[in-house]
C-alpha cells in the first residue's frame, strides 16, 4: 500500500527555507522536556523550591506553578520531525493531510517551510508526497492515497495504531465496539474507519442510554486517547450498569501522554487561583487539561494560544497562576506565558513534577527507509 519515495524527488525540489526547528533533537538519550526551566532562568532555581514554602504561608507571593510533564509527547514529536525531515528529504512541497498535530503555532511555521496542509487525499496532485497526521486515518484514505498515486507517510501515532489494532482485531471476533470519544474527532474517525459496521460512538456518559448492541455479552470499549481519565472512567462505569460483561481493552487507551498531563494538572490546580492552558481550541488533550483544573480545585481557566490571548482581569485578586501546555504545544509558546506574566510580577516559578516522562518514538518507517539508503549513498559515492 505504501509507494516508495523515490531520491529522485529529493533531487528535482528547491531547498526550503530555513526556520525555527520545531521538534525536539533525536538523539539516542531521551531528554525529558519536563525539566526545562522557564527563559533566562537557571533550573537550579525552580528546584529548590517545592511547592509549600513557608512564603505561600503569606498567602499574597505571585508565584507560577509550572506543571511538568506538559507540552509535547512522544507522538506530536515524532509527527513534527516526520514533516521536518521530509521538507528536508525531499524538498518542499510536502502536502501534510489535515493538520499535522492540533497547534496552530506548529502548522503555521511548517507552512511556511514548505509544507502544504490539505483536508482531503485528493487534493494532493498525482505522483506528490503527503504525510498523514499524528491523529491516524481510517484504511479508506490508505486507499484513496494510492489511487492518487500519492507516496505516503504515515506519522500516525503508534499509541493511536494500537487502538486501531484493536478494533480490528475485536471487529474480526465479531464484538460490538462501544468507542468512547468525542464525535466529528479525526482520531476517532480513523479508528471508526477500521471497521464501521462494529464500531459505536459514545460521546460521554450522557450518550451511554443511547447505545444499542447485537448482543449485550459481546461488547468492548475501547476509546480515544486524548480524553479526561475521570470522564471516561464515569462513562465505562455506565456502560457496565448497561452491560455487565462489557469487555476492557488489554491495556489502557487513554496514552501515557494525557495522563501523565492530566496528573500534574490536578497537582497544580490545587493551589491555583487561576490556571492557564497553552493549546489550540481544536486540541482535545488541551481542552480537557482545562477541564480536570477546573474539577480538581482551581478558581478559573483558561485555554489560550498564546500570551497574546490572555485578559489582563484574569489576573484580578490572583496570587497562584498554574500553567501547562497540551501535547501538541512547542515550549516556546509556554516560554512566552512566563515572560508575560514575569513582566506582570508573577517572576517565581516553582515546577511541580508528580511523574517523570522519557518516552521517544522512531520516525515514520517510510522516512527511515529513505534516510538509510541516503546514507549509504554516500558512503559508497
Ligand atoms: S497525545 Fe498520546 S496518542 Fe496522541 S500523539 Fe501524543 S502520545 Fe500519541
Redesign the pocket.
Known sequence: MLNALTMDACLQRPPIPSGPALGRPQGPTPTPPTARPPPGRAAADHAEKPSGTEADANGDRRRVLLAAPRGY????DR?VIAVEQALEQYGAPVYVRHEI?HNKYVVKTLEKKGAIFVEETSEVPEGEIVIFS??GVAPEVHKEAEKGKLATIDAT????TKVHKEAVRYAKEDYDILLIGHEGHE?VIGTSGEAPEHVTLVDGPDDVANVEVRDPDKVVWLSQ??LSVDETMETVDALKGRYPNLLSPPSDDI????QNRQTAIKQVAKDADLVLVVGSKNSS?SVRLVETAIAHGARDGHLVDGAEEIDETWLEGVNTVGLSSG??VPDVLVDGVLEWLAERGWEDVEIVQPVEER?QFSLPKELRRDLRAEAAARKTG
Do not use: F, K, R
Open positions: 509527547c512522544a507522538g506530536v509527527a498535530v499524528a491523529h501515532c503508534p499509541l493511536v482520531e486517547t486524548t496514552c501515557y501522554a494525557t488533550n501535547a501538541s518516552m
